[in-house]
């Protein structure tokens, strides 16, 4: 059951975008930077997400496969810049998605920086974003670019201020 808090924040994130809807405008990055707002908009992921953190994509490798039962994979390594949940600081972590994400659009570069909310890995070790909405990118200052990869405008939004967000959702 959600607790009233963050039905209160999910109200207010509805209210802010049907503002915005019928004034022609997106939130401002001000906006998206409410606390209760940020909290909103990250609580799909976060509820879902077995590893949370910001990264900086090391190496991307494609395995095709090689006989009839295995998969193609993408394993993806990134170095743990701020770890929020089930990661530490500095570690490398492994992810391996399945091939078709790659096909499909999904593409990590080696020196970009993004926050990512991922499904813990399935039996087969493979994981993915959260919803697939779970992979923001961080500018050149670090901030994350909500929107980034789904508009033209992205928000720039302090990581510090997207962390305390996502913690103190953990909380309630």
């Known amino acids: 059951m959600l607790s ?3 039905i209160v924040a999910i109200a207010s994130a509805q209210l802010a975008a049907e503002m915005s809807q019928q004034s022609g405008e997106r939130p401002s990055a001000a906006d998206l930077s409410s606390p ?10 976060l509820r879902d997400s077995g590893l949370i953190f910001s990264g900086t994509v090391l190496k991307v490798e494609h395995r095709n496969s090689d006989s009839s039962s295995a998969l ?9 810049d701020e770890a929020i949940r ?31 909310f991922l ?3 399935s039996k087969l070790g493979l994981t993915s974003p959260v919803g697939g909405t779970g992979c923001f990118p961080l500018d ?6 909500f929107g980034g990869r789904t508009h033209r405008t992205p928000r720039p939004i302090e990581i510090r201020r997207v962390v305390a967000a996502i913690r ?3 909380k309630e």
């Open 86 to 116: 089930n990661v530490r600081h500095g570690q490398v972590v492994e992810v391996k998605e399945w091939g078709g994400l790659w096909q499909s659009g999904e593409r990590y570069h080696p020196g970009e920086r993004v926050l990512l």
């Open 72 to 80: 193609a994979t993408t394993r993806i390594h990134f170095r743990v």
């Open 140 to 145: 050149r200052a670090g901030r994350v670019l």
């Open 36 to 45: 209760t707002l940020l909290r909103a908009m990250l609580y799909p992921v």
């Open 168 to 170: 103190q959702a953990e």
């Open 119 to 121: 499904y813990s890995p």
């Open 4 to 6: 009233s808090a963050i």
